[in-house]
T-cell receptor
């Protein structure tokens, strides 16, 4: 069974801090994704990666960056955290087109 | 443009009653279709998926969904709801080129005794 692990379930940071959210998958998937989830807005794609060191912007990339140095790990970076980035962040991976995305348990991030 | 619509933001049903959650999609080709469930504070768990073939698909926890091409719909059903089914449900379309998914905004299900 695919396992997608997000490093923190809950995280509290301060405005202006640089924040790292880590995601690791154990199934050698090529493709990984970062979403944010807000009430009434569903899941919105921030960034995705289809290979090591490759990345593509999603629908809401502003204020975020990503890093994929190894195939199993995909990191989301908030360069200078702001209160409007308080949200639930979900990581997912997929083997190839047509397969389901597999999700981590999410990180609930609060920016004070 | 690809999109997924879940017209019902919130649904309340009695335990033991039947359930239908609606999902409509817009996609230029035959889509891959998915339903996910999210319990509070958790990630998304796959309930079922449709790729091709039989338009009625069975999933986990007693759920099923029917793909209707003519109506661009993929509604989720369960004949008898249990209190543990209370959760948020998301419908998603997977592109058949590339790997992006398009999610609906979700339907929150409340189950009353």
């Amino acid at each position: 069974d695919v396992k997608v692990t997000q490093s923190s379930r809950y995280l509290v940071k301060r405005t202006g801090e640089k924040v790292f959210l880590e995601c690791v998958q154990d199934m050698d998937h090529e493709n990984m994704f970062w979403y944010r989830q807000d009430p009434g807005l569903g899941l919105r794609l921030i960034y995705f990666s289809y290979d090591v060191k490759m990345k593509e912007k999603g629908d809401i990339p502003e204020g975020y960056s990503v890093s994929r140095e190894k195939k199993e790990r995909f990191s989301l970076i908030l360069e200078s955290a702001s209160t409007n980035q308080t949200s639930m962040y979900l990581c997912a991976s997929i083997a190839f087109s047509g397969q389901p995305q597999h999700f981590g348990d999410g990180t609930r991030l609060s920016i004070l | 443009a690809q999109s997924v619509t879940q017209p019902d933001i919130h649904i309340t049903v009695s335990e033991g009653a039947s359930l239908e959650l609606r999902c409509n999609y817009s996609y230029g080709a035959t889509p891959y279709l998915f339903w996910y469930v999210q319990s509070p504070g958790q990630g998304l768990q796959l309930l079922l998926k449709y790729f091709s073939g039989d338009t009625l698909v069975q999933g986990i926890k007693g759920f099923e969904a029917e793909f209707k091409r003519s109506q661009s719909s993929f509604n989720l059903r369960k004949p008898s709801v249990h209190w543990s089914d209370a959760a948020e449900y998301f419908c998603a379309v997977g592109a058949n080129t590339g790997n992006q998914f398009y999610f609906g905004t979700g339907t929150s299900l409340t189950v009353i005794p």
